[in-house]
């Protein structure tokens, strides 16, 4: 199935389903995203959410190729659950890998937040591999993901949540950094991606920035006037770097804020951040885009 999902191309789903398991899924996008489609009676969601399903008939799939070995199509593996589920057994996670390496021109890439299972398996040359982490106390997670054989281990910082602080990223081949989107999104500070940008810079890995999100924030996206009519009656909130926020304000109203407390917005590293949408937000840090990939795109060009 095509995607939306900017660093892919095609998802592939044989199982639905899944449960929260870290701050990340607070929002989880799968969750929302079944709830629709069962509305609209497609069978392959009609259990509830937290069933986690395996669904044997997908590996009659045929997928989109590229049009030759230099060109291939990018699939997210399991886009609406988790690969390596505890309600997912061992022998079923082999069967999806095994589809992925007959399916040798083309690339699945697999994310989880389970990384405790990593180790369990052998992974095809064509799976790419990855783990989530949305803050600093899921770094462990890293550490599983580096032990594996996978040819490609990425990281997703999405949802952002937090700074990560100091990232050892040897061992790990792309970075993707993403905000929130969403009724319910959280706002994502700037510094916390400056901080990763300017890791996987210094450590030679490609960074890839999907979103801002849900969020406008005051400093990234020109131009912003606070005195804007279109953004002043707009609800605001002040994201300082430590992840407070200060909320229930107006754009117009921050210069009435801070002689009131005696705190300077950008004295404490905050932004003010506005729920305009993921299109208004844009993908742009500090005005420039970053889309890499991993080196072998850049001899595959998908």
Known sequence: MSTKIEWTNETW???TGCS???EGCQNCYAEKMHKRLTAMGQEKYSKPFNNVVFHFEEFGKK????KNKKQKVMIFVNSMSDTFHKDITDGEIDLILKHCNVWENNIFQILTKRAERLLNFYYPPNVWLGVTVEKAKYKSRMEYLKQT???IKFLSCEPLLEDL???DLKGIDWVIVGGESGKNARPMHPDWVRNIQKQCEEQKVPFFFKQWGEWLISNQQPPFEIENPIYSKLSAKILLKNGSIIDGIFPNDVKKWEK???KSIDGQNGV???KTGKAKSGALLDGKEY???PNIMEEENV
Do not use: C, M
Not at 63 to 66: A, R
């Open 20 to 22: 929260h398991a870290s």
């Open 63 to 66: 997928h989109k190729v590229g």
């Open 149 to 151: 054989d996978a040819s």
């Open 13 to 15: 789903n044989p199982i």
């Open 260 to 262: 009131q407390t005696g």
């Open 291 to 293: 889309k890499e990939f």
């Open 272 to 274: 003010i951040v506005l």
């Open 165 to 167: 602080g100091e990232l």
